[in-house]
């Protein structure tokens, strides 16, 4: 199993970003798959989920509303399109993967919110 996230950067506040997580060696159709961050100084969260077809989602109450989850199963790839960006966003975003009960993590991309 691999996940790859890649599209962290430096942006202000209100700005954007599409986080993008490629994914290889597991049936990814067949799989939901979840997006979550670590802030400095704090405990891993989560930010979202969508399930395998793509037709549900759910996010974390602080991102409601301005994160967008997403899939392409032919790409086996996993998005996160983030927009009116706050500094408390701040963090290192993973996606992750759970084949039933083992858990995989990307190597996690670094968002940073600042002016």
């Known amino acids: 199993v691999r996940l790859v996230e890649s599209g962290g950067g430096l942006v202000q506040p209100g700005g954007s970003l599409r986080l993008s997580c490629a994914t290889s060696?597991?049936?990814?159709?067949?799989?939901?798959m979840t997006w979550a961050r670590r802030a400095p100084g704090k405990e891993r969260e989560f930010v979202a989920r969508?399930?395998?077809?793509?037709?549900?989602?759910n996010y974390a109450e602080s991102v409601k509303g301005r994160f967008t989850v997403s899939r392409d199963n032919a790409r086996a790839t996993v998005y996160l399109q983030m927009t009116a960006l706050k500094p408390e966003d701040t963090a290192v975003y993973y996606c992750?993967?759970?084949?039933?009960?083992?858990?995989?993590w990307g190597q996690g991309t670094q968002v940073t919110v600042s002016a």
């Open positions: 992750t993967v759970n084949q039933l009960g083992v858990r995989s």
């Open positions: 060696g597991f049936a990814f159709s067949t799989y939901a």
């Open positions: 969508i399930t395998e077809t793509g037709a549900n989602t």
